[in-house]
Each structure stands twice: as C-alpha cells, then as structure tokens.
C-alpha cells in the first residue's frame, strides 16, 4: 500500500475500513465489467467484418 493510503487509513474505524472495502470491490468489479464489456464488443466487430462468417 502506498504511502497515502496508508495514511488515509490509518486511524480509520472499523466501519469506515469496511465501506473503504466495499468501495474498493464495487470500484474493481465496475472497471472489470467495463473491459469486459470493451472486449466483448471488439471481438462481435471482429467477427461481423470477417467475410468467411455468416
């Protein structure tokens, strides 16, 4: 952990921690989802401009 974060959390309770938790899990899922969903549409482009498919 870098050096701000650590500080930023340091005399956190333990309800704040859980919704820094929470907030850093919502924040990595969203971003996964997101290249998740770039990649998926990249790849349906792909496919439809390859002439041999149907």
């Given at each position: 952990?870098?050096?701000?974060?650590?500080?930023?959390?340091?005399?956190a309770?333990?309800?704040?921690?859980?919704i820094a938790l929470y907030d850093g899990i919502i924040r990595f899922m969203h971003n996964a989802m997101r290249q998740w969903s770039v990649r998926m549409?990249?790849?349906a482009a792909l496919q439809s401009s390859e002439p041999w498919t149907s």
């Open positions: 952990m870098d050096t701000y974060s650590s500080h930023a959390l340091e005399g309770s333990g309800v704040e921690l859980t549409s990249s790849d």
